[in-house]
Structures are given as structure tokens and as C-alpha cells.
């Protein structure tokens, strides 16, 4: 439920942070003023009492968000990413979130995977082991399988997780809401619907059927990609609440002792991430939404083994085409053609200046060049980042909240493997090439045949729909004015381009 009641569940939300130590630790990692540190502190303080103990064996900030619920670990888990806002230590100590948090017992996996399938798990597996690590939603077992010696990743959701996720967008919902009622400034913001974006994914991610179907989808995509290895999922051993995966064996990610004991370079392996990324979202349109340490393994052969498939994003082609034109103006520096895609895409309200908004992208892009990761304050760069979007009028693009999250956290992947890595130079050959397939010559015929495709699929309504116009022709003047359809310049036109389409659709294939 999304009423007033959840007003309590965020002051036991500041509760808990200040019991668990967590509050100070945090505003010591962002280095907060006294202006804002002293007012929060004795706001929550006389409620700590309130607050939720935790794990005592848990670091201040893990154990506070691990006692709060699954949508505040995934929170933390995007934070891990982003040692440039949470500093490097904290950052350093969320990444326990990703992989590391406490398991429950493997009995009741066992319990959870016969009741999937309805099978004794002896029949399915001749070995099956504890937890090799635990998230949020589900944990992983190691196992083989009795049929033919397989070794298997076992992924199981926790139990009653569906319940614990519901309570918390609830809240989120309560929280949006409230904030647009008191901020009518902040509807532009669409909290609500960004609230809407994160609970359909969360949703999905808790039926580990569609996670096997993204699974295969995105091995299908990236089949010819060099330097990335997907894992196949075994279809019949899979269902709701349980998924088997191929075994991925390598060097997480996250661990760079490890990385530089076993001889990969890092620097060669961050701009990977990063331009394998990019190529996905922008070629295909459909990309890991989840790439944060945690989800990656390098292999022997320094290929990344991406897993954990419950967060995939897609967007559509003309997004794909305004996202890489803004990227591609921002990499050129021309910030003039960044602000005039902003106006065609109607990102920006069309009675704003055009010019006076490019000045503002200026503002923002002519700083990080010429910078190294290391001399770069994200955190910076995305208040003035807001102070633009607030002084124009841009609206949240509920359909870019994933590609932005995502990108936020693979830049934060790349950096804590090559803290002085250029995100613009890496990304450039990807956009540029993007751009020469996408918006040329001959993205310009492949659009048309594609169209002409489309259109001489409609060729056979194409008697009807002219009859359509002419019966309405026969009707009373006040009845024509008032119909909604095609008026019979419109359905001539349309009937000569389903026409013409098809004298194309003829020529061309």
C-alpha cells in the first residue's frame, strides 16, 4: 500500500543509518558541510532507538542497508561503482553488496529447487554446493549435473523476496508522490514514473524464466563480438524462481590484485567494458542494464564472462540515433549540434533559445577535457548538470533512466580498473562508427528499403481503404466534417506511396 503509513518506514529509514553508524560514515565520505550535517544528525538522532539493529558483524553501511531491504541494496550496489561520489573506501566497502551478503541456508535452496520442478535435487545434480555468493534477490550454488557432468552456476531467489520488494517501491511510490505534491517543480522530473521504471524491472527480475530468455537473447547479439563470453542457460532445469547456467570460471572483476597477479592488463580491460557497452546499446539496442563488478568475471584468456541477466535494457532505433549524435557532438566539442538534437527529439521545451542552451552544454562539456578520471568531480558535473535541465525545462526520459543508470555504473567499473582512463577517447571509435552506418548515405537507402518494406505490406488493404474514403465522401457535409479519418488528399497520398512502395519493394528485393 502507497499511504501515509510508509512516512514511517523513512524515519525508521534515518533511524536505522544513524544506530548502525552508517549516517556519520556517509556524511564523512561526501565530505557534507556542517550546514547539512548538523541539521540531519539532530533530526534522526532522538529516533535511533527506532532504528533497525543489523548485522553487528557487517561494516556501518553495509549492515544498514542490508537491515533495510533489497531496494536500498540495490541502491548501494550502484553506489559501490562510483568511487568518485562515495569516495574510494566506502565505494571499496559496498562491494560486498553485489555478491557478498550473507546467504541463507542451502536446505531450504534445495527445498525451493525440488518444489520447482518437482524432482529431488539428487536426480538432478551429483554435486551441489553452499553459496558461492549472495545478492540482494537470489543466491548462487555451484553444482553438476547428474546427467552428463556439467558443471552449473544455480541461481535460487530468496525466499518471500517478492513480498520484501513490494513494500519497498510502495514506499518509493508514497515518497515520489509526496514529492510531487510538495515540489510542483519537480514534476518535470517525473519521479512517479521513474519509480514505475525501477519496480517493472525489479518485477522482471524476480522471474528468472524472462532472465533465461535475456540470457539467450543477448548470447544471440553478441555471438561475434570479440572479448565477451556469455553463459548458456539449460532451458528444462530452469522456472520462476530457480535458473541453471553454464559454469563461468575467471577473475572477478572487482578483485585487481587478482587481475594483475594473473597477468591481465586492466587498462585494456576497462575500455572493453566500456566500448562493448556502447556497441550493444547503440548497434543493437539491447544491452546489460547490470554491469556492475559483482555480474563480471575475466576469463583465462582475458575475455569478459558476463552473467547475471535479470536487468537488460532496450531502446528503440531513432533513440539509438539521437543518444549517439549527442554523444558523437560532445566528442567533437560541437556543442551547437548537441543542443539543436535536444530541440528535434523535443528533450527541450521548442520555445527555449537554442543558442542560449548551447552555451549551457558548453558549460558543462568544456571542463572534462583534456582531464583525466582522476581530476574529474562527477558529482560536480551532475549538479550543473541538473541547474541546466531545471533552467530549460527538460523532462525526465523515462525510456533513457537505464542507459544513463548503466552508463553511470560501466563508467565507475572502467575507472576502478583504470582510474586515468579517457571515457571520451575509449568511447569515440564506437560512436564514430555508429554514426557512419547509422546516419549516411547508406543508412539513408537502408531506411528507405526498410520502409518501402513496411509499406507493400499494406498494399492489399489498399482496395479497401479506398473504398473507405469514398463512401465517406457520400455523406452529408456536417458527417465528413466531423469524421477523424484520412481526408482524400491524405488517402490518395497514402495510396500512391503503398503504390510506389511496392514498384520499390519489387526492384529491391
Not at 224 to 243: A, N, T
Not at 275 to 283: D, G, K, N, V
Amino acid at each position: 500500500m502507497r499511504g501515509p503509513h510508509n512516512i514511517w518506514r523513512f524515519v525508521r529509514t534515518g533511524a536505522t543509518f544513524e544506530r548502525t553508524g552508517a549516517m556519520a560514515v556517509i556524511l564523512d565520505a561526501i565530505d557534507a558541510p556542517p550546514i547539512i550535517r548538523i541539521p540531519l544528525r539532530s533530526l534522526v538522532w532522538p529516533f535511533r532507538w527506532l532504528g533497525l539493529k543489523g548485522d553487528p558483524a557487517l561494516s556501518p553501511v553495509v549492515r544498514a542497508l542490508n537491515a533495510l531491504g533489497p531496494a536500498y541494496i540495490k541502491f548501494g550496489q550502484m553506489i559501490s561503482t562510483r568511487p568518485d561520489i562515495a569516495g574510494a573506501d566506502l565505494a571499496r566497502e559496498l562491494r560486498v553488496l553485489q555478491d557478498k551478503l550473507p546467504p541463507f541456508p542451502t536446505e531450504e535452496a534445495i527445498k525451493s529447487i525440488e518444489a520447482e520442478l518437482d524432482r529431488p535435487a539428487s536426480e538432478l545434480f551429483s554435486e551441489f554446493g553452499d553459496a558461492v555468493a549472495a545478492a540482494s534477490i537470489a543466491q548462487v550454488h555451484r553444482a553438476r549435473l547428474a546427467e552428463n557432468g556439467k558443471e552449473v552456476a544455480v541461481k535460487v531467489l530468496r525466499p518471500n523476496i517478492e513480498k520484501a520488494f513490494r513494500k519497498d517501491i510502495d514506499a518509493f511510490y508514497f515518497a515520489a508522490g509526496l514529492f510531487e505534491f510538495l515540489s510542483p517543480a519537480s514534476r518535470r522530473l517525473k519521479p512517479t514514473d521513474v519509480i514505475t521504471h525501477f519496480d517493472k524491472g525489479v518485477m522482471g527480475e524476480l522471474d528468472l524464466r524472462l532472465e533465461c530468455a535475456a540470457a539467450s537473447e543477448f548470447a544471440a547479439s553478441t555471438a561475434k563480438d570479440p572479448g565477451i563470453q556469455i553463459p548458456d542457460p539449460e532451458w528444462d532445469l530452469s522456472g520462476k524462481r530457480l535458473m541453471v547456467l553454464g559454469w563461468a570460471e575467471g577473475v572477478p572483476i572487482g578483485d585487481n590484485d587478482a587481475l594483475d597477479a594473473a597477468g591481465h592488463d586492466r587498462t585494456k580491460i576497462a575500455a572493453r567494458v566500456l566500448q562493448l557497452f556502447l556497441s550493444h546499446a547503440l548497434r543493437d539496442g539491447y544491452f546489460h542494464a547490470d554491469m556492475h563488478q559483482g555480474n563480471m568475471k575475466i576469463a583465462a584468456n582475458g575475455d569478459i564472462i558476463a552473467y547475471d541477466f535479470g536487468i537488460m535494457g532496450r531502446i528503440d532505433e531513432y533513440t539509438r540515433r539521437v543518444y549517439a549524435e549527442i554523444l558523437y557532438g560532445f566528442i567533437q566539442r560541437d556543442y551547437k549540434r548537441v543542443a539543436a538534437v535536444h530541440f528535434e527529439a523535443g528533450y527541450v521545451p521548442a520555445d527555449r533559445d537554442v543558442d542560449e542552451f548551447a552555451s549551457a552544454i558548453r558549460a558543462v562539456g568544456e571542463p572534462i577535457f583534456g582531464m583525466d578520471a582522476t581530476g574529474i568531480s562527477m558529482g560536480r558535473l551532475l549538479h550543473h548538470l541538473f541547474e541546466v535541465t531545471e533552467r530549460f525545462g527538460m523532462e525526465t526520459r523515462t525510456e533513457l533512466i537505464l542507459l544513463q543508470r548503466t552508463m553511470v555504473v560501466v563508467e565507475g567499473v572502467a575507472r576502478s580498473l583504470d582510474p586515468h582512463i579517457n571515457i571520451w577517447n575509449v568511447a569515440r571509435p564506437v560512436v564514430e562508427d555508429y554514426i557512419k552506418t547509422n546516419l549516411g548515405p547508406r543508412a539513408f537507402l537502408k531506411d528507405f528499403a526498410q520502409s518501402a518494406r513496411v509499406l507493400s505490406r499494406l498494399s492489399p488493404l489498399l482496395p479497401e481503404l479506398a473504398e473507405q474514403v469514398l463512401m465517406k465522401q457520400t455523406q452529408p457535409e456536417e458527417k465528413r466534417a466531423k469524421s477523424r479519418g484520412l481526408g482524400s488528399a491524405g488517402m490518395f497520398a497514402l495510396g500512391a506511396g503503398v503504390a510506389l512502395a511496392g514498384v520499390w519493394a519489387g526492384t529491391l528485393f
